[in-house]
């Protein structure tokens, strides 16, 4: 009786062991179709040293002080990126004056082979003047990418320049004035509530 015991309470153990190894992972994991919530939550967010669409070296202290909607893409995203623009610059629309001048929406391309400042630039002409574009060296928008858990992997693409396109995440992060996590929006979300979630964390 004393050894089945024994043996309930370390098969307990194990898989008690087992769920803290793996609760660190999921809570960075972003599934499509959440809008999570919840500050500090997740381990997103981090230091990152890019070059804007002006061609201005920045870091993530550039923004402190403003609330940001971070999402990554590219330039010659056929559908998903500029559906992403324009519902963020929307959702920027519906802020009153004073509160759009606290928020700042960056673009981080993932494609920094074509993706150079001047051409982050014509793109973004297109789009709300809000919406700032980031652009480095492979590396440094890996180490950007992931401080936001993105994934992001070039694909064949015979109709595409340079004969290839991007396969990347597709979420808005909403980051607190610091730099803090707190929220995210999946494709589902409507521009009116990221505007209400803005206008929540103000």
Do not use: W
Request: aromatic content about 8%; hydrophobic content about 45%; glycine content about 10%.
């Amino acid at each position: 009786m004393l050894r089945t015991a024994l043996y309930v309470v370390a098969a307990a153990v194990l898989i008690v062991g087992a769920a803290v190894a793996v609760l660190p992972g999921l809570r960075t994991l972003v599934l499509p179709g959440q809008e999570g919530a919840g500050r500090g939550e997740a381990a997103i967010g981090g230091p990152f040293v890019l070059t804007d669409h002006t061609g201005q070296r920045v870091t993530e202290a550039t923004y402190d002080g403003k609330l940001k909607l971070v999402f990554f893409g590219f330039t010659f995203c056929p559908d998903i990126c500029p559906t992403e623009l324009m519902r963020v610059g929307a959702a920027l629309d519906m802020l009153a004056e004073d509160a759009a001048a606290e928020v700042v929406a960056l673009f981080v391309s993932i494609d920094p082979e074509r993706d150079t400042p001047e051409a982050m630039a014509t793109y973004l002409s297109y789009f709300h003047p809000g919406i700032v574009g980031l652009t480095g060296t492979p590396e440094e928008v890996q180490v950007a990418a992931k401080a936001y858990r993105v994934y992001y992997a070039k694909a064949e693409d015979a109709g595409s320049a340079g004969g290839y396109t991007m396969n990347h995440t597709a979420l808005v992060y909403l980051m607190d004035r610091d730099g803090t996590y707190l929220r995210h929006f999946s494709q589902n979300a409507t521009e009116e509530q990221i505007a209400e979630a803005i206008r929540a964390a103000l």
